[in-house]
């Protein structure tokens, strides 16, 4: 006779939501946002369906209707005008520039957001690479002052948390004292920690126009083929101060979120990168999975591996579904 039966908790919704283990909210999202020069400007992301490149006073109101859903926190990233790159990316620390006047009048028209940098030479440098470019090589060292000065800025201009997604040596620390140094010991390093050399983030570069100009970014990208390696990063940023620490791509990478949340006690965040959202749009396009089931089952699989948060381009989408 059979006297355990797992399905007993599986016969109605109301138990089986009384029995999950794991749960998704709002709350646990971020939405990437991508910004462009200009006025008027809604244009959608061709490889990302649902996705667009918003000027200024296009993206204010979206972040409104946005907070409404409940959505809190945002993640920005600038598409910068070709003139205006060059190899010091210096752009990228001009107070004047796209990045910091978005952040500044986001904050004065919504305080209440929670606004998340982006620090990383790409957007600004004419080689299309996170750090500087010589001879081929890519400058470790010589790279950092240059993303400090950056952090300052966004920090100046109303930032509530920094992002390095650069993956260069000893950024973390870097930026922690100069930040602190300059008086913003209030403002949070969530580390692009376990940033894979990845082929999920062509849709990005699109929208971004940020490939690199020549060679690809592996001697600073970690190995897809690595694991151990992980925690290496990990425990380097976790003594160089960071607040977060986070794995990117996510859907790929479960098993390394698992590897964090198990040894830190610092929150673990997933980055739900560009391919793996196109991948659920374009199928659901053509009729091959329900678009809705299948991004909710990636974030509860991303939550499920120990994401505390999910920088993810379906925050919108799941908030209207009011989950």
């Not at 205006?84 to 520039?97: F, W, Y």
């Not at 100046?156 to 973390?172: C, L």
């Amino acid at each position: 006779m059979i006297t355990r039966r797992p399905r007993r908790n599986r016969k109605s919704a109301a138990l089986r939501n009384m029995v999950a283990e794991t749960s998704l909210s709002v709350d646990n999202l971020i939405y990437p946002l991508f910004l462009i020069e200009g006025e008027n400007q809604k244009i959608e992301v061709a490889s990302m369906p649902g996705q667009y490149r918003w000027s200024l006073d296009q993206l204010l109101p979206e972040i409104g209707a946005c907070l409404n859903l409940g959505i809190t926190t945002f993640a920005l990233f600038p598409a910068i005008d070709e003139a205006k790159k060059d190899k010091m990316a210096t752009e990228s620390h001009n107070p004047e520039g796209l990045y910091p006047t978005a952040l500044r009048a986001i904050k004065q028209a919504y305080p209440e957001a929670v606004l998340m940098t982006d620090v990383a030479m790409d957007p600004y440098s004419s080689d299309g690479h996170d750090g500087i470019v010589e001879n081929g090589q890519i400058l470790n060292d010589e790279t950092l002052e240059v993303l400090g000065k950056m952090a300052l800025t966004q920090a100046e201009a109303g930032a509530d948390i920094i992002g390095p997604s650069d993956m260069m040596d000893g950024r973390v620390g870097y930026l922690r004292e100069t930040l602190d140094a300059a008086g913003h010991t209030q403002v949070s390093i969530m580390s692009y920690t376990a940033k894979y050399a990845s082929a999920f983030y062509g849709p990005f570069r699109d929208a971004l126009d940020s490939a690199p100009k020549a060679g690809d970014k592996k001697t600073y990208q970690m190995n897809p083929a690595n694991r151990r390696e992980a925690l290496v990063e990990a425990d380097l940023d976790t003594e160089e101060g960071a607040d977060f620490l986070m794995v990117k791509p996510a859907l790929a990478y479960l098993d390394v979120i698992r590897l964090l949340a198990d040894n830190y006690d610092l929150p673990i965040a997933a980055y739900n990168v560009s391919g793996e959202y196109a991948m659920v749009k374009a199928a659901a396009q053509k009729g091959w999975l329900d678009g809705e089931a299948t991004m909710l089952e990636s974030l509860l699989s991303i939550r499920r591996a120990g994401a505390t948060s999910i920088l993810t381009y379906f925050a919108r989408e799941f908030a209207e579904l009011g989950k």
